[in-house]
């Protein structure tokens, strides 16, 4: 077969499954699983092999609802729903093959009190329990999760314990349950964000069970390992380690990992069935390695407003406080607490400044927007000697999201909206993965 009528055939087999979309933001998720909406497409660009059939967005803190409204404006179908979604009944929900979706990292933990034991849901508004109750009811093949990275040790009283708990609830419901600590900069893409993706898939009672090798599922047959490669320093005690999470949703928030300091989840894992094997691993990657350079409009493009004003810098040997210099570089000052009137010392590193463009970005903020100096926020410096900070379609192309996609809010809810979503290439690979499973369960079990 040629590769014109290969391609021919693929796309006549598309889409592949259906996805359902939670905690939408602006769509990262689905920019990488069914690729650009028409209007957005470049000649070259192919669509992804899933169609997003249902999604849901809603922001609990404002009454415009920004996220929402740029989502439904570029994938005009009207499946969008803008309601909270511990109010939508699974009833509104299709059937799907596929839930995926970057639910919000709060400080309320998942944990399920004693006096829920035996109840369906855990704590109303843990957004934790609204995936669980989907998943309950729509038992879709696959589902693909993503957080920061700090969910493998949350809370600090109890390391490992909520991380512990979504493990424990969908491997109940038939999931054989993958993770990985994803750097996206590691695997060629131009921003340096470490998050943690959670893949499940679900599994019948004859699932190779006895034949089931955790630590080789994690560098080689799972789906994280063929999507992002990675390999493993060999087996001390400190790299790899097994062991079963074992008792009811509400023992494990008693008692998983009490009187620990480090958190047992390394950065790769899975469980089966309750039994988890978890690995220190690497990534494996030796492909092009993207700047932050690569992402850069040309000056004469820039708008004045991201040009920082020369005393807002500081200066280089004793900056002002407030100014960017004071903010960015290392400090070991006395502070007096403006409670109590108790003096201390306070002390903190350096960060790079300018930022280095000739390697990838730090991970974008949500807070990356506005002109106020700021410790967190990029600042290049340009050709002629000056400073600014990105724009939005930096940082935009920053998470490989199309040019302009935010545009029509505020540069500052722009920024926000790239800090809250995620870098499109790497769902993109892990729904190729996942697209060539589900064909070849297809294939395997006809009618399906
Ligand atoms: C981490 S962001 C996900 C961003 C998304 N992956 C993207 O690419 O833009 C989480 C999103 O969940 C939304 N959210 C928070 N609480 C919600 C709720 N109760 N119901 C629905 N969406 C909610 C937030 O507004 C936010 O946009």
């Known amino acids: 077969m040629t590769a014109r009528a290969k391609r021919a055939s693929k796309a006549a087999q598309l889409p592949v499954g259906d996805v359902v979309e939670l905690f939408a933001g602006v ?11 028409e209007f957005w497409r470049a000649p070259g660009d192919e669509p992804g092999q899933w169609r997003v059939t249902w999604s849901n967005q809603w922001e609990p803190s404002t009454k415009t609802q ?4 740029c989502y439904a404006e570029r994938f005009e179908d009207g499946t969008h729903c803008n309601e909270d979604i511990a109010q939508v009944s699974v009833d509104d929900i299709p059937e799907h093959q596929l839930l995926v979706g970057g639910f919000p990292c709060q400080d309320y933990s998942v944990a399920k009190p004693l006096n829920q034991a035996h109840g369906i849901q855990g704590r109303k508004g843990v957004l934790w329990w609204e995936i669980h109750r989907i998943l309950e009811a ?3 093949q696959f589902v693909m999760l993503e957080n920061v990275d700090r969910l493998l040790k949350s809370p600090g009283s109890q390391r490992g314990r909520d991380f512990a708990i979504i493990l424990a609830t969908m491997s109940d419901l038939g999931y054989l349950v993958e993770w990985r600590v994803i750097n996206a900069a590691e695997y060629g893409l131009p921003q340096r964000r470490r998050r943690v993706f959670i893949i499940g898939r679900k599994v019948d009672k004859a699932f190779a069970s006895a034949g089931f090798d955790g630590f080789d599922w994690i560098t080689s047959q799972g789906v994280l390992a063929r999507a992002v490669p990675c390999t493993s320093p060999n087996g001390t005690a400190e790299h790899e380690r097994d062991f079963v999470i074992e008792g009811e949703p509400h023992e494990v928030s008693e008692h998983f990992g009490a009187g620990r300091k480090l958190s047992q989840f390394l950065n790769a894992g899975v469980m089966l069935r309750r039994e988890v094997w978890t690995r220190k691993v690497v990534a494996d990657y030796d492909g092009p390695l993207s700047l932050l350079s690569s992402v850069l409009l040309p000056e004469s493009e820039v708008p004045d407003e991201y040009f920082i004003a020369p005393e807002r810098l500081g200066d280089i040997d004793s900056p002002k406080p407030g100014t960017w210099r004071y903010l960015k570089f290392s400090k070991s000052e006395q ?3 403006k409670g109590s009137g108790t003096t201390y010392l306070y002390t ?3 960060l790079p400044f300018p930022d280095p463009i000739d390697r990838a970005a730090r991970t974008i903020l949500t807070g990356e927007g506005g002109t106020a100096p700021s410790r967190f926020k990029h600042a290049i410096a340009t050709s002629d000697g000056r400073f600014r900070r990105l724009t939005p379609v930096e940082l935009e192309r920053l998470n490989g999201f199309p040019d302009n996609w935010t545009e029509g809010m505020s540069d500052g809810k722009r920024a926000f909206c790239m800090g809250n979503a995620l870098v499109v290439g790497v769902v993109e690979r892990i729904g190729r993965v996942l697209a060539d499973d589900l ?4 294939a395997a079990v006809p009618g399906k």
């Open 348 to 350: 903190e590193g350096g």
């Open 138 to 140: 729509k038992q879709p």
């Open 335 to 337: 502070r007096t607490h």
């Open 27 to 37: 769509g990262g998720f689905r920019l990488g699983l069914e690729g650009k909406p």
């Open 66 to 69: 920004h996220a929402f409204d």
């Open 439 to 442: 064909t070849a369960m297809k």
